[in-house]
């Protein structure tokens, strides 16, 4: 016994010896590893800082070999894709950390919100929904229900844009009963093209219903005011749609401009000139615009007064506020115009009209799409309520 207790004795020393230097080797090794892969990875964020990204993902790429097991630098490496359009590798790198059996749930949902944005940035709509879809009851419920509503607008799939807009409300994010109100006067708008094709007059009624269910779902909204006007004013409904439009014109006085000429028309169907005439005069006072006066030029023609008295109200907007396309309209209407020579008549309106031509147009608000007609929702960037009812002379 006494043997084997020195022998014990002796080897302790030499046990604990051998482990400190295991422990120094590993920590050694360890050290190195964790040096080498930060210095990859703060090289690659200044290479992002200097905007330089192809060398960015080169560093990223390296520090991942090193250390695979690091979520932040695959997030950081598939962000990178995407903004440079490859988006592909940025899918792959996304599906490979919702893959990953050791990554927390925090982060998975994070991944799988990243795909997401890599689908709907490669236009793979329907990958898109489906990655969507299942961050439902995770923090990125919120932007992923935005990005569906935006989706399904996107696909004119107005029934399931109107339930995710009206989800949206429901969860306290905000108002959306004008983007409701929109979805239906989609609808409207395609049954009425489908029964104009159609040769069908019967689906006046349901367009009607749709677009009374806007007017109720927002008030205050005014494009289901006067698509209803329309309506009325199509299936020769006078009455009805003189005060409708008056009824947007009392609402939203900015928007005269867009339906004062019809509104006059009907006002001339119905003998209510003189009252949509005063009406018209009391918001140009306010704000004065070419399509105003033009409307009322209508009512004075309308109306059996002189047409040197028309005349004068395109002379009188062009001395309050110079209007090339006011110019135009005056010259377009030949009975308004004074006997002259009628060569130089048709060269001056010539020239007019080509130069008016660009100023007539309307100017999305948010991305600067140009287009001769109103449009509701934007086909540049998709934004709703973006074209303000005034030509880009009047802005």
Known sequence: MELDLNWILLGLPLAFALGWLASRVD????????????????RGLGHLLN?????AIDAFIEAIQKDPDTSELHFALGNLFRRRGEYERAVR???HLVSRADLSNADRERAQHALALDFLA????DHAEAALLKLQGTPYESDARLALLALYERAHDWDRATDMARQLQAGGQADFSARVAHHLCEQAAQLQREGNDAGDGACAEPVRALLEQAVQEAPDAVRAG???ARLLARTGQAPGAHDAFAAVVARAPAFAPLVATEMVQQATHC???????????????????VDLAD????ADLAAGRPAATARQRYVRHMRQEPSIIAADHWLAQGRLSDAGDGEAHALLSRSVAGAALPQSRYRCAACGF?????????PGCQSWDSFPPRRIEEL
């Open 93 to 95: 790198v996304h599906e």
């Open 370 to 378: 140009e287009a001769s007609d109103h449009f509701w929702q934007c």
């Open 226 to 228: 006067i698509e209803l």
């Open 122 to 125: 490669a236009g793979l709509l």
């Open 27 to 42: 920590l050694r090794q360890l050290r190195l590893e964790n040096t080498n892969a930060p210095k990859a990875y703060f």
């Open 271 to 289: 003998a209510r000139v003189p009252q949509t005439a005063g009406l018209l005069e009391d918001i140009y006072a306010k704000a004065p615009s």
């Open 295 to 298: 409307a009322l030029a209508r």
């Open 51 to 55: 905007e330089q990204q192809d060398e």
